[in-house]
């Protein structure tokens, strides 16, 4: 089975804080993403990417950036964390758009 | 034109029930829709997916109903039980393109 793993399961940061969130899969996918989960918005893609150093904006990219040096690490960077950067934060990878397989997620919580 | 447009937001059915989950889309273009489940403090993970050429797929328990030209597909689940408790979410998407569009996501409570 494809493992996607984040690296951590809870977060408390501070306002200003520069953030790092990691994930790492273990299937040699190409795909990965990030996606931030709130109450009755659902899934909104933050970021994702196809290859090895490429990165493409999704739907609510300002805060945020990206790094994929290798191919099985996606790590997601809030520059300087907010409070309304409060959220569920889950990785995903795919082959193709048949089955992504999503990490556990982390929760993170910014004071 | 990209949205998919999920409802209800929320849903309680008695054990042995038949919850029913719906969405719409605009785009013909869309030939991919999975549903996934995510139990709390878990990601989603793939439950059951439908291309447009069949109108229904079944496994287990769930089955995908597909309307091509009213644009809707939905999610049964027959016998319904305490454990399905969880999120679901309908997704679509494009054979040239590798991202899914999400629905908003319905929590399902199963009573005993």
């Known amino acids: 089975d494809v493992k996607v793993t984040q690296s951590s399961r809870y977060l408390v940061k501070r306002t200003g804080e520069k953030v790092f969130l990691e994930c790492v899969q273990d299937?040699?996918?190409?795909?990965m993403f990030w996606y931030r989960q709130d109450p009755g918005l659902g899934l909104r893609l933050i970021y994702f990417?196809?290859?090895?150093?490429?990165?493409e904006k999704g739907d609510i990219p300002e805060g945020y950036s990206v790094s994929r040096e290798k191919k099985e690490r996606f790590s997601l960077i809030l520059e300087s964390a907010s409070t309304n950067q409060t959220s569920m934060y889950l990785c995903?990878?795919?082959?193709?758009?048949?089955?992504?397989?999503f990490g556990s997620g982390t929760r993170l919580t910014v004071v | 034109q990209q949205q998919v447009k999920q409802s209800p937001q929320s849903l309680i059915v008695q054990k042995g029930g038949i919850p029913i989950i719906n969405c719409a889309y605009e785009?013909?273009?869309?030939?991919?829709f999975p549903w996934y489940q995510q139990f709390p403090g878990k990601g989603p993970a793939l439950l059951i997916a439908?291309?447009?050429d069949v109108s229904e797929k079944k496994e287990g328990r769930f089955t995908i109903s597909f309307n091509k030209s009213a644009k809707q597909f939905s999610l049964h689940i027959m016998d319904s039980q305490p454990g399905d408790s969880a999120t679901y979410f309908c997704?679509?998407?494009?054979?040239?393109?590798?991202?899914?569009?999400w629905g908003a996501g319905t929590k399902l409570i199963i009573k005993p």
């Open positions: 439908i291309r447009p």
């Open positions: 997704a679509a998407s494009m054979d040239s393109n590798y991202q899914l569009i």
């Open positions: 299937m040699d996918h190409e795909n």
């Open positions: 785009n013909t273009a869309f030939d991919y």
């Open positions: 990417s196809y290859d090895v150093k490429m990165k």
């Open positions: 995903a990878s795919s082959l193709s758009e048949y089955g992504y397989t």
